[in-house]
């Protein structure tokens, strides 16, 4: 495999592609796609998601220190999009993307209620880093559609059909390669 070498930027790709949903002090919600959030931490749960601090959610989420990681899929995708290509200064993103905004068990802000799987979050810490800002986040709930669990009572995100992202596409995501230790785990013998 030949290599170049290649400009610094963001190729830690796929990302999730997510629809963050936010609200402020009066009540005025909003929904802002995102493409930089992940996981940081699993004890306590912590999240983080990048905003630059020119978009109109940046302000609600800094003011009320709440926000929802609403998790997308095959279906939501047209609605991910465009949530990320309008501005909620000029449109009510719910109204345009025939959304239902859902009250919160744990934050004020709304869940997606057409998303399977939304993070309740409240702000820790928010760190400025240049062209975004990291928004570091504890999860204080998840809402789980019910159809995602199995007859034990497991997560199956399998069947969310939960959408990726990468330099500027969404994708769906694909077929199981393996399971968490399965490189290392001893095979039966056969008899």
């Not at 997606?112 to 979050?121: H, Q």
Request: hydrophobic share 35%; net charge positive; aromatic share 6%.
């Amino acid at each position: 495999m030949e290599k170049e070498l290649w400009k610094p930027g963001n190729l830690l790709y796929p990302v999730p592609a997510v629809m963050v949903s936010c609200a402020d002090r009066e009540g005025n919600k909003n929904i802002i796609t995102v493409a930089w959030a992940g996981t940081v931490c699993s004890d306590p749960v912590m999240v983080s998601i990048s905003v630059r601090p020119e978009r109109h959610s940046y302000r609600m989420i800094q003011e009320s220190g709440e926000f929802v990681i609403n998790l997308t899929t095959e279906s939501l995708v047209r609605q991910t999009d465009e949530a990320g290509v309008k501005s909620g200064r000029d449109v009510d993103k719910w109204e345009l993307l025939k959304l239902t905004p859902e009250p919160g068990h744990r934050v004020k802000a709304p869940l997606i209620a057409e998303s399977p799987v939304n993070l309740e979050c409240r702000v820790k810490e928010i760190l400025p880093l240049g062209s975004h800002h990291l928004f570091l986040a504890e999860v204080l709930a998840v809402d789980v559609d019910r159809s995602l669990l199995n007859e034990k009572g497991k997560l199956e995100l399998s069947r969310a059909k939960l959408v990726s992202y990468s330099h500027g596409e969404y994708y769906s995501l694909g077929r199981l390669l393996g399971s968490f230790g399965y490189s290392v785990r001893k095979k039966p013998q056969r008899k």
